[in-house]
């Protein structure tokens, strides 16, 4: 009974920060003629509303492509189209055609949040408990703080309920396979990431460890008959899913080849914006678009860091592995595919969470996933609810999860660092170099804030402090892969993490 009582209370005072935030500026406010990502999501219900579905994805005299177009999935167009009818009944001005472009109300904001709420009732946040509670190490009251702290994640809530987009719906629907997975219902697991993939693309991060994790679970099982057939039924549930989703797409074979093209906008280049990943940051010494095809830098440097944590996840298919390769290769796709934005990081910090359950430095890490976005938080006009949430949630990992308490060297999984410093460094105090590096990181992102916001860069660099925000958290991602990378290959499994696979 106490246990549900700090569940409700957890759930509560997480939906009460999300709508607290709600109330604050959103992407694209006032500022026509593009406005930003608050009206991208209206329009596209717009679009959906008023079209049929073989115009959606093509340029029309009623569906100027370059403004807004639909460029996510089926599932996306599906939902906007959901929205659209409830939009229509209580206001048809929100979705008139043509009409109803740059649209803004105090209602209408009202009602785009309260969509957002809406999916994360229903699908992320009951995930993220039952998660929690099946997967996460300690009593029952260190679950629910766990949860607790995940609920209130700034870089979720601050993109969601402020800028405005609904990341909380393919996040949800990929950790609903996690858990699938995790509980051996292998199906129900391949149904939900195939729908978290068909909702937004940017799932494509965590789809490697999915197909190597199960792919090397049949293998395991023997591929002869047991396996095979496990194999095939896996195939077909994601073949069927996938067939449901673009049904409206078949009938037309340039329909998917055209849904496809504005899927992966190949043409843009590597970059457009201040992204925190190899290719932004090494810009500001090297002009890598001049130097790097796109074939270079797609296929050699992404596989480079996506393979060796996918073949040692397919020769060993346990969920520790699995939980880590998420990681992996979520931030090796984030660092070195093309056409990255700044969101695409919330992919990492979702699921690092479980590898280790906040030491300093993993927190470390979450701060950095949602700080490397603060130069889109300050566009959008999210300081204050930056500032606060920020603060919030460093002092919850703190005292509910003792963050800084969890940092020996075996819990930060040290054990190769040791050896390469114990003959020249004996007594190196490795957990408190750990330590210092976590205040350290905090200090230099705060100081990086507070110039963002009060100084003038100079005029021959109008761009240096988002600049800057970007390199930092770049070198900081860039070793964060390495450790994970080195813990998933050389380090053996947790004990505890084997029982429960087993």
Known sequence: MENWSLISLCVLLGLTARWAVSFHSYSGAGKPPMFGDYEAQRHWQ??????????????????????????????????????????????????????????????????????VLFTDILIYIPAVLLYCFYFCDGSSKQKVA????????????????????????????????????????????????????????????????????????????????????????????????????????????KQPLQVLHRLFPVGRGLFEDKVANTWCSLNVLIKIKTLLSRETQLFALTLLFVLPSSLKLLSKPTLWQFKLALVNTSLAFFLFSFQVHEKSILLVSVYVYDVHILTCLFLRLVFFVFRSMLPLLLKDG?????????????????????????????????????????????????????????????????????????????????????????????????????????????????????????
């Not at 700034?154 to 997975?181: C, E, K, M, R, T």
């Not at 060297?409 to 390469?420: D, H």
């Not at 900081?476 to 029982?499: A, D, T």
């Open 382 to 502: 999210l300081l204050l609810p930056y500032v606060v949430t920020s603060l919030a949630f460093l002092f919850l990992s703190l005292y509910l999860l003792s963050a800084l308490e969890r940092s020996t060297e075996e819990e930060l999984r040290l054990g190769l660092y040791r050896k390469l410093t114990q003959r020249w460094l004996p007594k190196l105090n490795l957990s408190r170099i750990i330590k210092w590096k976590f205040w350290f990181s905090l200090a230099a992102m705060a100081a990086l804030s507070f110039t963002s916001v009060w100084l003038k860069p100079p005029a021959k660099l109008p761009d240096l402090f988002p600049v800057l925000v970007s390199v930092l958290s770049f070198l900081h991602f860039l070793g964060f892969i390495i450790y994970f990378n080195q813990v998933q290959l050389m380090e053996p499994q947790r004990k505890k993490s084997q029982k429960k696979t087993n």
């Open 46 to 115: 717009e679009v959906t509303y008023n079209l049929p579905v073989h115009e959606w994805y093509f340029n029309t005299t009623n569906n100027d492509l370059n403004y807004w177009g639909l460029d996510y999935p089926p599932l996306t167009a599906y939902h906007s189209l959901v929205c659209a009818y409830v939009a229509k009944l209580l206001n048809p001005e929100w979705v008139e055609l043509y009409a109803s472009r740059g649209y803004e109300s105090h209602s209408h904001k009202l009602f785009m949040r309260a969509t």
């Open 146 to 253: 766990t949860a607790f702290c995940i609920l209130l994640y700034p870089g979720l809530i601050l993109i969601d309920y402020g800028h405005f987009q609904y990341n909380s719906v393919s996040l949800g629907l990929a950790l609903w396979g996690i858990l699938g997975l995790g509980l051996g219902w292998d199906l129900f697991g391949s149904l939900a990431f195939t729908l978290a993939l068909n909702y937004k693309q940017m799932e494509l991060y965590h789809s490697l460890p999915f197909f190597c994790y199960l792919l090397g679970k049949c293998i395991k099982q023997g591929l002869t008959w047991r396996g095979f057939f496990h194999l095939f039924k896996i195939s077909m549930t994601v073949l069927v899913t996938f067939a449901l989703c673009w049904m409206p797409f078949l009938s037309d074979p």
